[in-house]
């Protein structure tokens, strides 16, 4: 693979000319959202310059060409992920957390009852964890967990012993925001499907970062936010298998997602707008379709080996530090571009905020998964996540920062 202009794509990304005390900004909070180029910022503001309206049923131009875009940008991210049944298995929804309690409200509240389980992972994020949480206690349904070994690697023994045929759901994430584990994801799929129960991959550490197809996999349900991959926040995608999406109910009633009203019964519209109630994101779906466009354009290959090149580099000058722990697998193919860890005797908090002061922006604290933190042992851990313009000169002042840090508080 070539490697990438680097210089070139950061040009593209105004933020990250930003200086914070003197210092340009580093920027290494990726997996919590990433910056937005030029091409994606142009496209939403041309939307709101050109042909701003509402869509789907409008008779005028500006309502049709809002509509045209907003439909087709549902082709556009089927055909990135590999969703060949189109538009039809696409729902817009505000991010990963709503496309999983989407799916949870209208196939779990549903389907679910005593004597059904839902498997989980012991990494979920809080969005699959806390939503398949609840409708366990509403439904009656229990809810289990998939081990994780000492490496932060999934327990496949465990899995296997888990997944029965009292499972209806499996949901998983597939790269762990808070370990960079990648999940053997496809294995997972078979086996919930060896014992038909239905798949969920939350996706959000995934899509952004790799090429990503989501019938090899096999996946059932398959769910990514907009703001983790160069496009705009207020914006997610669900995908769903065709077959499923038809059998389920609507999640939120309203206007546009219906076919037939009377005072005493309503029908619903076809698909994917049976579950997009309301005036959808429009701009954010034209950003969207744009930041696909971006990173098509560089190649995912290409910013997967970009990434995976970082966090090696960066796993690498950590592990040689004595009082730095590191959470997860060693770089390779089973970690993705992140790399959480702690510095003995100093808090996250206080090593992020002497980050802060030389302008390097980490994430501290437990990420949205405490459960996993209390696995580890600790109350928080320190987070640097990389994307497609990040270099080693930016890993380098991390790890001038940690000897900063060290001297200040160890
Ligand atoms: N799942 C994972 C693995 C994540 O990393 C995140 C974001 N931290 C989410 C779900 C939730 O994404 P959002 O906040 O966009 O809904």
Redesign the pocket.
């Known amino acids: 693979l070539e490697s990438l202009d680097i210089g070139a794509i950061r040009e593209e990304f105004p933020i990250l000319q930003r200086e914070f005390n003197d210092e340009q900004l580093v920027y290494l909070d990726n997996?919590?959202t990433t910056q937005t180029p030029d091409p994606v910022i142009d496209a939403m503001s041309d939307y709101y310059r050109e042909y701003n309206a509402n869509v789907h049923r409008g008779i005028h131009h500006l309502s049709q060409e809002a509509s045209i875009a907003y439909e087709e940008a549902h082709d556009r991210v089927a055909e990135f992920i590999g969703a060949s049944g189109g538009r039809e298995e696409i729902v817009f929804t505000k991010?990963?957390?709503?496309a999983e309690n989407l799916v949870a409200y209208s196939w779990g509240l549903n389907e679910l009852g005593p004597g059904d389980e839902i498997v989980l992972t012991e990494m979920e994020?809080h969005?699959?964890l806390v939503t398949w949480q609840q409708i366990g206690k509403r439904t009656g349904a229990d809810v289990n967990y998939i081990r994780i070994d000492e490496d932060g690697r999934l327990d496949m023994d465990h899995a296997r012993e888990l997944i029965t045929d009292d499972t209806a759901m499996v949901s998983a994430?597939h790269v762990?925001?808070t370990l960079g584990t990648v999940n053997p994801v496809s294995e997972l799929v078979d086996i919930a499907h060896d014992h038909d129960a239905l798949a969920f991959i939350?996706g959000?550490?995934a899509v952004p970062n790799r090429p990503v197809d989501v019938e090899a996999i096999d996946a059932d349900f398959y769910a990514f936010?907009g703001?983790?991959m160069a496009g705009p926040t207020g914006i997610?995608a669900l995908y769903g298998k065709k077959e499923l999406l038809e059998e389920m109910q609507p999640y939120l009633y309203g206007g546009d997602m219906i076919t037939k009203v009377t005072f005493e019964e309503s029908t619903w519209n076809e698909l994917p707008w049976k579950f997009e109630a309301g005036t959808p994101q429009i701009a954010e779906a034209v950003g969207l379709v744009a930041a696909i466009d971006y990173l098509e354009g560089i190649g995912m290959e290409r910013i997967e080996a970009h990434e995976e090149e970082m966090a090696r580099y960066a796993y690498e000058q950590l592990a040689a530090e004595d009082d730095v722990e590191i959470y997860g697998p060693e770089p390779g193919p089973e970690r993705g571009g992140l790399v959480g860890f702690n510095l003995e005797d100093v808090h996250a908090h206080d090593l992020a905020s002497i980050m802060n002061d030389h302008a390097v922006a980490i994430r501290a604290g437990d990420?949205?998964t405490q459960p996993l933190h209390d696995k580890l042992g600790v109350a928080a851990s320190a987070r640097a996540s990389f994307y497609v313009y990040n270099t080693k000169a930016e890993v380098d002042k991390l790890v001038d920062a940690i000897d900063d840090a060290r001297q200040l508080f160890a």
Do not use: F, L, R
């Open positions: 997996a919590a991010n990963t957390t709503e994020h969005a699959s994430v762990s925001n939350d959000a550490q936010s703001h983790k997610g990420h949205c």
